[in-house]
């Protein structure tokens, strides 16, 4: 039963981390159809920069900047790679350029931060808190209760602010959300700012428990991406239950079943809800008129 | 006729002409030797440090006035530690590669060298296969050669030092799932069942795992009093790192990876006392290793070498190559497989004093008697033991039985 817990515990923080990557996901393709595929990497990105701004000025004065630094880079993908491509009205370039983007700011960052993976100082304790005979880092609390804490700060600030009501009616309909005065395209190029700020301070929050480095991020952009198709791309609770599903069936199986099989309920699944779900778990199914 | 032989004459005269100024030419070109590893990457450290070793000894060979007349120059590939990548590598023109730090790259680009009769020294990568791919009678001839300990004398060590000396019964086995790890898993099950002892259980990780909880508790679970592993440095970190996590903390022995800087970095207090085999550690033990450390944290301005294993042998194995190819008196492949195969100097190496290292049958210049071990203290690796001390003072040559 410790040992159950134990596992569940550990697939929840492994979980929500994904859940935040996918949430980013979901913010783009929310208003633009299209993702960032360099999602791994803005989180790299965000993880990096705050291990720079850490050792200034600590964990708490960093974290305002590692947001800046996010909504700057985010801007920066849309604006070279995807506005590009929209306005060709390219189907797929944006697809290329997220990718080759991603690609440059691994490079780059190998070249700024070296290529050995560093370690990310700990702003709170290591030492393991336990509760009922299950241990948990303190750090790996502050992930879930960050990550939570986050999202619910984007969803209320998409719900009550002017500008949020814009970007929510961007995504219900660009071209009427256009008709009515919005700056749509300003709505796409803030919504990967704000996609890129989620997973740079996603970055930041994992960082202390996992070594960082330029690759870190392609392992965790791609099983989030599975979560956010498992979860669906326009549901919010989607995303984290989908990545509570993914943390906790990958501890599981590797407990019960074998190691060696960790990521394949979760890829199995995903295949499953693609079969008979499309849209998610949690997806709205629309009707594409043409 | 006559008319006919003097235009042959002046023919031949300016064939003969040319091709004495195309080998004038080529005597002045530079001997291109290849390096091959990962220079980006979580094996980055690594193929850095054995890079820098490499040019380390071609900068001391240039500097004395280079090779059969000629100046050495590396042809430096990042292998991204990718298989795929590692065979591009290969299609480059040179005299020799020295390289490899990944079991996987090795094993896909070493068929490319063999078919182009191409020396390639392994010099970091481990994989008991790498060497024995192309062994005769199924080839003609192995051009593939190695100066670094293998997997089966690492994991037969390992298995030792955790058994003999360490008195551990109940091993949980963690490996990697590359080659590297799954190789090394096998190597490591075969030496336990030399001693007629199983391991409790065997778990896998990937690399980039975030978490290693499951395959922890399973080893707890399974009553395991210590951890052997074989994987590379961000995720031994995570298993130390998970360990103190979990409030489980049972002794960790594994693969020389356990000494890289991204393993005790990572790891910090959690990774101290983990325990490796390794052929070379960072202290001036012999004046050559002295003058080795001395050059190189000159030559690149550091204090801890980020690999020291694999800045040693990558300086060891130009040495030995060079010594072929002078041997030789060509760099010509064959003739340098012949060289090396019989070498007939002495190389006086940082690792060791390599004595007739290979034969046509055996490609492994490092033997079970050479590495000692050493333990994570203080952020570095020390000896394990006053004995593993008193051991590496002494160059250990290769054994005339493997």
């Known amino acids: 039963m410790e040992i159950l817990a134990q596992l569940v515990v550990s697939g929840i923080a492994v979980g929500m981390i994904y859940a935040v990557i996918a949430f980013g996901y979901q913010l783009t393709f929310a208003t633009s159809r299209t993702l960032n595929f360099g999602q791994g990497e803005a989180l790299m990105l965000g993880a990096l920069v705050g291990l720079s701004l850490t050792q200034w000025l600590g964990f708490v004065f960093m974290l305002p900047l590692v947001i800046l630094f996010g909504l700057f880079q985010g801007a920066v993908v849309e604006w070279l790679g995807v506005r590009q491509s929209m306005r060709a009205k390219s189907e797929f370039g944006w697809i290329m350029a997220t990718i080759a983007l991603g690609i440059i700011f691994r490079n780059l960052a190998e070249n700024i931060w070296g290529r050995d993976e560093l370690k990310f100082p700990s702003p709170l304790p290591e030492e393991p808190i336990s509760f009922f005979g299950v241990n948990m880092l303190p750090m790996e609390v502050a992930v879930v209760v960050g990550a939570l804490a986050m999202m619910l700060a984007v969803e209320l600030f998409n719900r009550r602010s002017i500008y949020g009501k814009a970007v929510v009616a961007a995504s219900a309909d660009r071209d009427a959300a256009g008709l009515m005065g919005i700056n749509t395209s300003l709505v796409i190029t803030f919504s990967y700012a704000l996609s890129s700020a989620t997973a740079a301070v996603a970055g930041v929050l994992v960082g202390p428990l996992k070594p960082v480095g330029a690759t870190m991020g392609a392992v965790l952009g791609l099983k989030a991406f599975a979560v956010a198709i498992i979860g669906g791309l326009s549901s919010g609770f989607g995303v984290i239950v989908g990545g509570l599903i993914l943390g906790i069936v990958e501890k599981l199986t590797g407990f019960y079943i074998d190691s060696g099989y960790q990521d394949v309920p979760g890829l199995l699944l995903l295949l499953l809800v693609l079969a008979f779900k499309p849209a998610g778990l949690f997806g709205k199914t629309a009707i594409k008129k043409v | ?402």
Not at chain 2, 362 to 376: R, Y
């Open chain 2, 1 to 402: 006729m006559s008319r006919n032989a003097s235009w042959t004459a002046l023919a031949v005269a300016t064939l003969l002409g040319s091709t004495a100024l195309a080998s004038g030419a080529f005597a002045a070109d530079p001997i291109k030797i290849g390096v091959s590893g990962p220079f980006t990457g979580g094996s980055a450290s690594m193929g850095v440090s054995m890079r820098d070793g490499v040019k380390l000894a071609v900068d001391e060979i240039n500097k004395a006035g280079g090779l059969l007349g000629r100046q050495l120059v590396t042809v430096e590939r990042d292998d991204e530690a990718k298989n795929e990548v590692g065979v591009q590598v290969s299609k480059e023109h040179v005299v020799a590669t020295v390289g490899f730090a990944n079991t996987g790259v090795a094993l896909a680009s070493t068929r490319f060298y063999e078919e182009a009769e191409i020396p390639v020294f392994d010099n970091v990568a481990t994989g008991t296969a790498v060497t024995k791919q192309f062994l005769p009678p199924d080839y003609e001839n192995n051009y593939v050669f190695r100066n670094a300990a293998n997997d089966s004398i690492q994991a037969g060590m390992i298995v030792d030092q955790a058994v003999d000396k360490q008195h551990f019964s109940k091993f949980a086995i963690l490996a990697d799932s590359t080659n590297y790890g799954q190789l090394g898993r096998q190597d490591l099950e075969a030496a336990l069942a030399k001693k007629n002892l199983k391991p409790v259980t065997e778990e896998k990780f990937n690399i980039g795992d975030v978490d290693m909880t499951a395959q922890l508790l399973k080893a707890k679970a399974a009553g395991a009093d210590s951890i052997l592993t074989y994987g590379i440095g961000p995720e031994l970190a995570q298993i130390a790192n998970g360990m103190s996590k979990l409030g489980w903390k049972v002794p960790i022995v594994g693969s020389w990876t356990l000494s890289m800087s991204t393993f005790i970095d990572n790891a910090g207090a959690n990774g101290e006392g983990a325990v490796m085999p390794e052929t070379f550690i960072q202290v001036g033990t012999t004046p050559k290793r002295k003058a080795f450390i001395e050059a190189y944290q000159k030559a690149y301005n550091i204090d801890r070498i980020s690999s020291p294993v694999s800045a040693a042998q990558g300086y060891d194995s130009v040495y030995l190559l060079a010594a072929a190819i002078t041997q030789a008196g060509t760099t010509d492949g064959p003739k340098v497989r012949e060289a090396l195969e019989d070498l007939k100097t002495k190389v006086d190496g940082v690792v060791t004093t390599y004595d007739h290292p290979f034969t046509t049958t055996d490609h492994e210049a490092i033997s079970k008697n050479i590495p000692v071990f050493g333990i994570v203290k203080g952020g570095r690796v020390a000896f394990w033991s006053k004995d593993d001390e008193a051991a590496a003072t002494q160059v250990r040559v290769k054994g005339a039985v493997n």
